[in-house]
């Protein structure tokens, strides 16, 4: 079981989730000799760069071929390997969307897929390179874990829980260094099991990813207006933590969901779904990405506010709504 | 020249037949609702030769990890897999009998099932050669000695993620990865040459990188002497094996109507039976 130390939840946050990959896919190679990582020319984008220098055997470049790298990854899992496939999170979900169907997740094979910079996190590189979409493909397929974490610690530790997992997962990253901490302190995390990070009474925000760190900012501006906000990092899609839910409809009178993905079929739509089939009279409000594709482009931080996904605006939202 | 024990050719020439008329059976279960048995035709005696003369298999224990891997990329043809399978001794002839009837774990493609040996889920074309690929890599990676073969149609070969495992293959070496080309010339809309030509299709796989043998995709002495050839290379070999859909079967033969019939009624298959050497009696 590995450790994590203040110092190093500090240093992991600072260099961010790709190199945070980078780092623990060596130590995951270490402890499992069964690993293998498999790049489609994105070795250094997904950090796997040292990997593949320290273990030449247990890696393979397929080149600019998506498709391909996940059916061989696949094959190779059929044979007892560990794979892990790494990409953009954009190609990953559409580029070889039939692959994950039906190599990974109908054959049910032991491999985890890497989506680095998800939602809008690619900035200026625009919207071919924005994985906007990719929940709402993934969680519509049977076997595939979705994990979708909130800062570097959880992360580290969602990713080693997942090692121990015989099965496909998709593993949703963010871009960009100084990922804001939201786990201070090593935490054991359960795949499918939510953390509720606030207490609060009047609504709940169920966020994953980058904007559990928004919802944290939106919950303390909502407390000096007299509201106290429930804050849960919903960092698995799938299996989605139904008992969190539930128990967020029948205690607080709102639930607001946000995410760095399209409104349609992400987290809001996932937790719709559980609340449509509950007798409550908790209302939603997902907040999202709109169902568009934008014209203008800038910065990650400018994008997000563009679209409401920064505390003020998300405690806007609620406030109007409340 | 690979000497070819002719007591071994007759023997799996005999099966092969046996395994037409089980394909034939197979597909008047499934009658009016269909079945690709033109496909099955073509790829049979490919086949029957590999699982009767070729591939290691133990079927005390389907799951023995040194076993040769075979997996079907175009699994619409899986009515010529489900009978070698049983002929081989690796699926229960009881559970080939409940093809398309009732609930059944066969389906119209191949669902991987390794305790019945089938070693991957295909259907959608184009997956199969890479998932081989994996296959073959694990193999290097553990010093394996088995082998990997994987049939391919010659329409698949339109797949681009084909020629992305091509790649793969011939960048990594893996002499231990065989493909099969069913080169029959038709594909769901058509002759191949017409819907997209593929030719020369010999070159293209050398470009890539492959050891190419063409062989009578019919004649099983020469698939056996082709498969112990590629034993011998420091590349993946394909085998264009040249076929003719629906073989076997005069009406069937070179017919797109029979790529995926519906029409596969009694009296057809009373036809096909005979001549295949076979009546109405050994219809199950």
Not at chain 1, 115 to 139: C, P
Not at chain 1, 219 to 242: C, N, Q, Y
Not at chain 2, 32 to 45: C, K, M, N, T, Y
Request: proline share 2%; aromatic share 8%; hydrophobic share 40%.
């Amino acid at each position: 079981m590995v450790k994590y130390s203040k110092k190093v939840i500090k240093e992991l946050n600072e260099i961010g989730f790709r190199d945070t990959f980078g780092r623990e896919i060596i130590n995951i190679g270490k402890t499992y000799p069964n690993t293998v990582v498999i790049a489609a020319d994105l070795s250094d984008a997904t950090r796997v760069t040292k990997f593949s220098e320290k273990f030449p055997y247990n890696f393979i470049q397929v080149g600019i071929a998506e498709q391909n790298m996940i059916s061989i990854a696949s094959g190779l899992s059929l044979n007892g390997k560990m794979c892990f496939c790494t990409t953009f999170a954009s190609f990953a979900s559409l580029r070889c969307c039939e692959q994950v169907r039906d190599d990974i997740c109908y054959q049910n094979t032991n491999v985890k897929i890497i989506g680095i910079d998800s939602g809008v996190s690619t900035g200026y590189l625009g919207i071919t390179h924005y994985g906007l979409e990719d929940i709402a493909i993934m969680r519509s397929f049977a076997n595939l874990t979705i994990i979708s974490p909130c800062d570097c610690l959880s992360f580290a530790k969602l990713l080693w829980e997942e090692t121990k997992h015989n099965g496909p997962a998709y593993i949703r990253l963010s871009g960009g260094k100084n990922i804001p901490i939201i786990y201070e302190k090593d935490y054991k995390f359960k795949i499918g099991k939510s953390v509720t990070l606030k207490e609060g009474k009047d609504i709940t925000i169920i966020a994953t990813g980058l904007m559990v760190s928004k919802a944290l900012d939106a919950s303390s501006i909502l407390r000096t207006r007299g509201i106290e906000a429930r804050v849960i990092d919903m960092h698995t899609i799938k299996p989605l933590d139904f008992a969190a839910i539930k128990k967020a409809a029948g205690e607080t009178n709102l639930i607001v969901t946000v995410e760095e993905h399209v409104l349609t079929g992400g987290l809001g739509s996932a937790v719709a779904e559980v609340i449509a089939e509950l007798d409550t009279n908790s209302r939603l409000i997902r907040i999202g990405l709109p169902d568009k594709f934008i014209s203008k482009f800038g910065s990650h931080e400018l994008l997000l506010k563009r679209y409401g996904l920064t505390g003020n605006n998300i405690a806007d939202s609620i406030i109007k709504n409340f | 020249m690979f000497v070819i024990n002719k007591g071994l050719i007759k023997k799996i020439e005999e099966k092969a037949r046996i395994i037409r008329k089980n394909a034939i059976c197979l597909a008047l279960k499934a009658g009016e609702r269909g079945a690709h048995i033109g496909p099955a035709l073509s790829i049979i005696d490919i086949v029957t030769a590999l699982y009767m003369g070729v591939l290691k298999y133990d079927i005390r224990n389907p799951q023995w990890p040194d076993r040769d891997r075979f997996i079907l990329s175009k699994g619409h043809a899986v009515l010529g897999l489900y009978p070698v399978l049983a002929e081989a001794g690796l699926l229960p002839f009881d559970l080939l009998k409940s093809f398309y009837s009732g609930e059944t774990i066969l389906s119209g493609h191949p669902v991987l099932n390794q305790e019945i040996g089938i070693e991957a889920s295909t259907g959608s074309l184009g997956h199969g050669l890479s998932i081989g690929v994996g296959m073959a890599l694990s193999a290097k990676m553990d010093n394996k000695n088995f082998r990997t073969f994987v049939l391919v149609g010659d329409g698949e070969c339109n797949e681009g993620t084909i020629w992305e495992a091509c790649m793969t293959a011939s960048k990594y070496k893996l002499n231990n990865l065989i493909a099969i080309v069913d080169f029959n010339g038709l594909q769901a809309d058509g002759f191949t040459k017409e819907v997209m030509n593929m030719i020369p299709l010999n070159d293209k796989w050398k470009s890539f990188g492959w050891c190419v043998e063409e062989v009578d995709g019919h004649s099983i002495e020469k698939l056996l002497a082709a498969f112990k050839k590629n034993k011998f290379v420091d590349k993946p070999s394909v085998i264009i094996a040249h076929t003719v859909k629906g073989k076997g079967v005069s009406f069937c033969e070179n017919n797109k109507l029979y790529h995926h019939s519906r029409n596969f009624n009694l009296d057809l298959g009373i036809l096909a039976l005979k001549e295949l050497g076979f009546s109405e009696k050994d219809i199950w």
